[in-house]
């Protein structure tokens, strides 16, 4: 019998790996890797396409293209989708990245077979309708008007100028502008030149069975008769800013954004996880040494966070919070102070002890259940990373030492390569 009057020992996480995928090949070439776990009778189909906003001739031709897919297609309007979708219990999700778009679609096992032709029709044979693309164009625009009242997206639109240049897919802005140029035969070419087999790859996850791989099969796994077009192959220069502050004044502004980042080795990089996990002592967590200094002793702001973030064709680290205007300078010396500790310093055992038993229990979340893992594999699928990632992130989890952290510190966190972005009144 259970003891409740004690409580329960704890320890160390053991190993944790990744669950492998069943990776197929459909018969047009398209890889499918089927995740097939859980007990619920319940799935979740993510197509991908590796094509997203740096591949687009056209700013904001990929969202737009990937938004309006559930607007209408061959013999279905958006009204149509969103009630067939509804009386089977199945919801669909789309969104864009630098890099690839995405469609995803959870439903009941029992409705497989009836939702995933809707899908394929969605992908497709869309319509882009006059009205909704209208409409689309219209809630678009006033959305970025708000967002550019903000000091957030204000401050992110100089930081991201400055690391990468206001010309890269990774520093342009969006601007209304754009809105009104945006053609809906922007989106058929978009769509016609990467929508289509040779750019796409499907993982399932949840209860899987054979016969709703053989559907997928069915659905996804046909050659397309339209010609693929060979797309001209994207090279834009990074340009890095002189300028390593820069202050947008945004009067009347309540509160000051503020961005303090630098670029950082990619995640091919055998430091890369080690950097990571140097971050998270940094402010990757809510125990972090930024929030316990700038938040808790401080008082300069409510929240603080650093992240380190790696893209296809670069990385950046960045430490993200917003404060009062007459605390922006102390709170930037602040951030810099602290991470010179991290030069100067070795990470005490205690702290370092319990920076490993967070990032093991996220770990340990990231492999909770067939869609968290669903997500794992469309991580390391999008940025062309092998399946052994996780596995070698959990064991340099686990053996790093304080002098490690240390010499990653002093080898990449030098003050003058940094760039701090400041929005709000002056």
Not at 51 to 71: D, I, K, S, T
Not at 177 to 189: A, M, Q, V
Not at 247 to 264: D, H, N, T, W
Not at 332 to 358: A, C, D, H, Q
Request: glycine content about 6%; proline content about 4%; aromatic content about 12%.
């Amino acid at each position: 019998m259970l003891d409740r009057k004690t409580e329960p020992e704890i320890h160390d996480f053991d190993l944790l790996t990744l669950p492998k995928a069943d990776c197929r090949i459909l018969p047009n070439g398209v890889p499918l890797y089927v995740i097939d776990m859980g007990d619920q009778e319940v799935n979740r189909i993510d197509i991908m396409f590796n094509a997203g906003r740096y591949e687009q001739n056209v700013p904001l031709a990929a969202e737009a293209a990937n938004a309006m897919l559930r607007e209408g297609c061959r013999g279905l309007t958006s009204v149509d989708i969103a009630e067939k979708l509804d009386f089977y219990g199945a919801w669909l999700q789309s969104s864009v990245s630098y890099h690839n778009s995405y469609m995803t679609l959870y439903s009941l096992n029992r409705s497989f077979g009836e939702v995933l032709p809707i899908l394929e029709s969605v992908i497709y044979e869309p319509m882009f309708p006059e009205k909704e693309f209208r409409t689309y164009i219209e809630r678009s625009k006033q959305r970025l008007l708000v967002e550019q009242e903000k000091v957030q997206t204000l401050v992110n639109r100089e930081f991201f100028g400055q690391l990468f240049g206001k010309d890269h897919p990774y520093g342009r802005p969006v601007e209304v502008e754009d809105y009104d140029r945006l053609t809906i035969e922007d989106l058929k070419i978009y769509h016609r030149d990467f929508y289509c087999p040779e750019h796409c790859k499907i993982v399932i996850s949840g209860k899987v069975t054979e016969s709703m791989i053989d559907r997928v099969s069915d659905c996804f796994g046909q050659k397309r008769e339209s010609p693929v077009i060979k797309s001209e192959q994207k090279n834009y220069p990074i340009v890095r800013s002189k300028e390593h502050f820069r202050y947008f004044e945004k009067p009347g502004a309540l509160q000051s954004a503020v961005r303090i980042g630098m670029p950082v080795i990619s995640r091919t990089h055998p430091d890369y996880m080690k950097l990571r996990i140097l971050n998270t002592v940094l402010g990757g967590y809510f125990g972090s040494r930024l929030m316990l200094n700038i938040r808790e002793d401080k008082g300069f702001t409510y929240g603080i966070s650093s992240s380190v973030i790696g893209l296809k064709e670069d990385a950046y680290l960045s430490v993200s919070t917003q404060t009062g205007t007459e605390y922006v300078q102390p709170l930037i010396e602040e951030v810099f102070n602290e991470i010179e500790r991290l030069r100067e310093e070795k990470v005490p055992e205690e702290e370092l002890k319990m920076v490993k038993s967070y990032l093991s229990g996220e770990l340990a979340r990231i492999f909770d259940g067939p869609f968290s893992i669903c997500d794992a594999y469309i991580s390391l699928i999008a940025n062309q990373l092998d399946f052994e990632y996780y596995d070698r992130q959990f064991m340099m989890v686990q053996s790093i030492t304080a002098e490690e952290l240390q010499e990653v510190a002093c080898k990449y966190f030098v003050r003058d390569k940094f760039y701090t972005s400041v929005a709000g009144q002056m």
